[in-house]
């Protein structure tokens, strides 16, 4: 049995009605259903659920969530969300074009052109420290 993709992703909201709106005026989000204490939105492909949680804290860490654009929505999109406020955590110092921003709860979001293949191709040209390429996409299979 193998993973095939990501499912969904959860974020924990300290205010449902300013989440909702980032996600869909800014970020141009679809709601698909809304509750008391949630929502579910659809980005793209992905499939987005807002969860009410008053004590949702600011992460101090570099984990985010990257979303796919195109380079022609790059330009647009990243003025959207510079005028929204959003505060700018990172500087892109990777290949394609990228913007590191946080939502209205301090989630770690990103804006990247580009994708597995181009940034692979990237790093062939510079590679990471002690990086190693697996051409055949190796994996591990551990015994349960």
């Known amino acids: 049995m193998a993973i095939s993709g990501v499912n969904h992703v959860t974020l924990a909201v300290r205010d449902l009605d300013r989440a909702l709106h980032f996600y869909v005026r800014v970020l141009g989000g679809r709601r698909r259903a809304r509750w008391q204490r949630g929502a579910y939105l659809e980005l793209g492909t992905l499939w987005l659920c807002l969860e009410l949680d008053a004590c949702a804290a600011r992460h101090v860490d570099d984990a985010h969530l990257a979303f796919s654009v195109d380079a022609q929505g790059f330009a647009s999109l990243g ?14 110092r990777s290949e394609g074009a990228s913007l590191y921003f946080e939502d209205p709860d301090g989630h770690k979001l990103e804006i990247h052109v580009g994708d597995l293949r ?19 996409g190796e994996s591990e299979t551990r015994a349960r």
């Open 79 to 92: 003025e959207a969300i510079r005028l929204s406020g959003a505060r700018i955590w990172k500087d892109n």
């Open 118 to 136: 181009t940034r692979l191709a990237s790093c062939r040209e510079a590679p990471y420290e002690g990086m190693e390429f697996f051409d055949d």
